[in-house]
């Protein structure tokens, strides 16, 4: 294995193996002029969107990322299906109800994942 590589895993492997998951159902998604994405999972409650990445700047995940979530989204509204959503270990899910996390100010996150059923 490429030593560079190896260095980025060892680098990257605790944020993913130390994170935090929200499992959620999508309440709505949109993306705003600005090109901000936002999702408002059901575990912020009430008016609670998060920007999670923009579709035209690098904002929490290079551009090609930001668009594989915007159809992960997407196809969780369409389908009706829970997703996880992963923050880095210092983020628990319960703090992102609180409305100084909403709209821009949202923790970048890891990843987020559709579950099959």
Not at 72 to 95: F, H, M, R, W
Request: include cysteine.
């Amino acid at each position: 294995m490429n030593k560079a590589i190896a260095f980025f895993l060892l680098l990257t492997a605790p944020s993913i193996l130390f994170a935090t998951i929200c499992p959620t159902k999508v309440i709505s998604t949109h993306v705003d002029s600005s090109g901000d994405v936002l999702v408002r999972p059901d575990f912020t409650g009430g008016d609670g969107h998060l920007v999670i990445c923009n579709l035209e700047i690098v904002k929490n995940a290079p551009i090609s990322v930001c668009k594989a979530w915007l159809t992960i989204l997407e196809s969780a509204i369409a389908t009706g299906k829970q997703i996880d959503i992963s923050y880095p270990d210092n983020v628990k899910c319960e703090i992102l109800k609180d409305e100084k996390y909403h709209y821009n100010k949202a923790p970048a996150l890891n990843y987020i994942l559709l579950h099959d059923q």
